[in-house]
């Protein structure tokens, strides 16, 4: 073990860089990176195993951040250990910096998840644990024995999500999770003890976690915890860290600045600052720099690592050649292309809901992908992810042959774990709920579609149409609200996230298909609840791999377009043949999905929407969800709800709100006068 004096030291060296990083930026949270200090560099100096020439190396330890304001800290450790230099985080926040305010994605640099919206993050590291568990399951030890470290604050563990969190985890024995409560007592406004008053320790056991109280900035009592949690203790463990915020922070007096509210979301300020460099050993005028005694440290944990590693590929590798078929599978698993599956094998029922179609793929597909997982909150009977769940079972505690992930009515952890199964790798996940029940996943959506992890959401009950539920299952604004996000790219340039909304069966295939070959950015596949008539026969359905496209039996040269997505489509398809008894040349138009429409070359969009033709559109949702392909003006009209509705069985809602093919006809004669 290296000398208290040494990492004491280190852990200074950290906190100079993550105050001066702040200092520089005039902008982010000193406080809680110089509190966390000494946890971070003991374990990053001393436990976590990773490659220096191979960062991505699938054997790895993955550190899951969830409290992302405290980057500085986890920029200054990974600078530490060269994966950052001194130039790179003096530009913190900044232009075109790799180390923006809360970190994102970059995993050969040792950041294994964008952070930042509290909670999330420490749901992504049990995601991650789930995942190694199963591929353990299928592989084997040698090849899935590493750890997954999670870092949370005081602010995670009041969010709700953490209730989720620790509930799966405990039930589940993840004992392979090991997680560092940064217990400071302060937050941003107030002082902690002025919002919660609870005991988290007894919270955690009660939930079958593994608790330990420390001295959080104390290098002998963090050693003798992880030591504890890595002998196994059969539960997720949970480390609560007694820490002091803005450890080692000192005013302009040259008085204490510890354990202070100001400390948490502000830089220290001019004379604060300079006497806190000076208090930890640093040069004010030249606070960019690595102790030699500390670039010592951590050149003896890389040369450290070398062997350790070594040791454990070697283990691969023997492996490997006593299980050259798993080690195929392995390969495949990891490396993020599309699985090959046999759609053949999916057998469709015409007039199907679109979930009782989406539950033909999934069982075909709980066989062809054997390293997929699939989840529900609590719905797997009514979402239809039962299809998948038929053909395997649920992952228990002490066994993940199974690939079913029943989180329990918890969607936004649900989201979040399976963004954390991806994230590990070697793992598709995919999870099922009410389409109105996105609105509690929405966080976890914006933070797949900015990493670009190809989760699978699968919302069902799409509609008006849940009936007897009522308004407050009946998503109205949802769609436009998905459509918003299938506009966006994320800074990559990538798409934000794939929507698809099939007009029956056999569009619920093709989409099933898009989904599953997208390995770029999030899916959502959203599904009928009622039953849906076929397209007209001979419906050319691989068309739909455009976003938009003509149904069989449209007119060439159109009077009107009518234009929809999901069930809407057939009531448009049981609308045209009364408009065209009038003498009208009528098109239908289904749009599984506008982002991939507007990404088509312009010569078919303008083919497949003319310009100068009448465009009426039918949405069970908003009238803004269509706009952008239906347009807004004299020679386009939108018919949709402007309400929550009402509660009735479906087919009376049809009736009462105009959702049936002769209202939509009444509509269309009279938009085109």
């Not at 004992?175 to 988290?200: C, G, P, R």
């Not at 992880?226 to 803005?246: F, R």
């Not at 769940?389 to 649900?414: P, R, Y």
């Not at 670009?452 to 009946?474: L, M, N, Q, S, Y």
Request: aromatic share 8%.
């Amino acid at each position: 073990m290296n000398s208290i004096q040494l990492m004491n030291h280190a852990a200074d060296n950290i906190r100079i860089l993550a105050a001066s990083m702040v200092e520089k930026a005039k902008s982010g949270h000193p406080g809680g990176a110089m509190g966390g200090a000494d946890f971070i560099n003991v374990l990053f100096s001393e436990y976590l195993v990773w490659d220096p020439e191979d960062p991505t190396w699938t054997g790895r330890d993955r550190f899951f951040l969830d409290p992302g304001h405290m980057s500085p800290m986890l920029y200054a450790a990974l600078t530490l250990q060269g994966r950052y230099t001194l130039d790179d985080i003096q530009q913190l926040r900044q232009w075109g910096s790799p180390c923006p305010g809360h970190p994102e994605l970059d995993v050969r640099r040792g950041i294994e998840n964008s952070s930042g919206p509290l909670g999330q993050g420490h749901a992504i590291a049990a995601g991650a644990a789930v995942a190694e568990k199963f591929l353990e399951a299928r592989l084997g030890h040698e090849v899935m024995q590493h750890h997954i470290y999670a870092y949370i604050s005081d602010g995670a563990v009041e969010e709700e999500i953490s209730q989720g969190v620790g509930r799966i985890a405990g039930t589940l024995c993840l004992d392979n999770l090991i997680m560092f409560y940064d217990a400071n007592d302060i937050q941003l406004s107030t002082e902690v003890d002025v919002v919660m008053k609870e005991d988290t320790a007894a919270k955690y056991r009660a939930w079958n976690w593994t608790v330990m109280e420390i001295d959080g900035n104390d290098v002998a009592q963090i050693r003798e915890a992880l030591d504890k949690a890595l002998a196994g203790t059969g539960h997720p463990v949970l480390i609560i860290g007694h820490t002091v915020m803005g450890k080692g922070a000192r005013k302009a007096d040259g008085t204490s600045y510890e354990h202070n509210v100001k400390t948490h979301g502000a830089p220290l300020g001019d004379g604060a600052y300079i006497n806190t460099i000076k208090n930890l050993g640093g040069d004010p005028e030249h606070p960019f720099v690595i102790f030699d005694d500390v670039k010592q440290l951590y050149a003896d944990r890389a040369a450290a690592l070398k062997t350790i590693v070594a040791a454990r590929k070697a283990e691969e590798a023997a492996w490997a050649q006593a299980h050259p078929e798993k080690k195929t599978l392995m390969d495949t698993w990891f490396s993020g292309k599309a699985p090959k599956i046999d759609w053949t094998k999916v057998e469709q029922k015409e007039g199907s809901a679109t979930r009782a179609a989406s539950s033909a793929c999934l069982k075909v597909l709980a066989h062809e992908v054997p390293n997929m997982i699939c989840a529900s909150a609590d719905l797997s009977n009514s979402d239809k992810t039962d299809g998948f769940l038929k053909e395997t079972h649920a992952l228990q505690a002490h066994d993940f042959t199974g690939a079913f992930f029943q989180a329990g009515v918890s969607e936004l952890t649900m989201a979040d774990m399976c963004i954390g199964m991806m994230l590990h790798g070697g793992v598709i996940a995919a999870m099922g709920t009410f389409f109105v029940f996105s609105d509690y996943m929405k966080p976890a959506v914006r933070l797949a579609a900015l990493m670009g992890v190809p989760v699978k959401f699968i919302w069902t009950h799409d509609a008006f149409r849940v009936g007897e539920d009522g308004p407050t299952h009946e998503p109205v604004e949802q769609e436009a609200q998905i459509r918003l996000m299938e506009k966006l790219q994320n800074h990559n340039g990538q798409d934000s996230v794939r929507v698809f909304r099939p007009a029956d069966c056999y569009e619920t295939t093709v989409c099933w298909q898009m989904a599953m070959e997208n390995m770029d950015t999030p899916t959502a596949l959203i599904f009928s609840r009622q039953g849906i008539p076929c397209l007209p026969a001979g419906n050319d359905y691989d068309e739909a791999r455009k976003g938009a496209y003509i149904v069989k039996g449209s007119d060439e040269h159109p009077d009107v377009i009518l234009v929809a997505s999901g069930s809407e489509v057939s009531t448009l398809e049981a609308a045209a043949p009364l408009l065209r008894q009038d003498g009208l040349r009528v098109r239908v138009v289904s749009a599984p999905s506008e982002g991939l429409f507007r990404r088509q070359p312009a010569d078919y969009q303008e083919a497949v929407l003319p310009y100068e033709v009448k465009k009426f559109g039918l949405t069970a949702g908003l009238p803004c969800t269509l706009e952008g392909l239906v347009g807004i003006g004299p020679k386009s009209r939108i018919f949709g709800l402007k309400s929550f509705g009402f509660s009735a069985p479906y087919k009376v809602l049809d009736e009462k709100l105009g959702f049936t093919g002769e209202n939509i006809y009444r509509q269309v004669k009279e938009f085109i006068g």
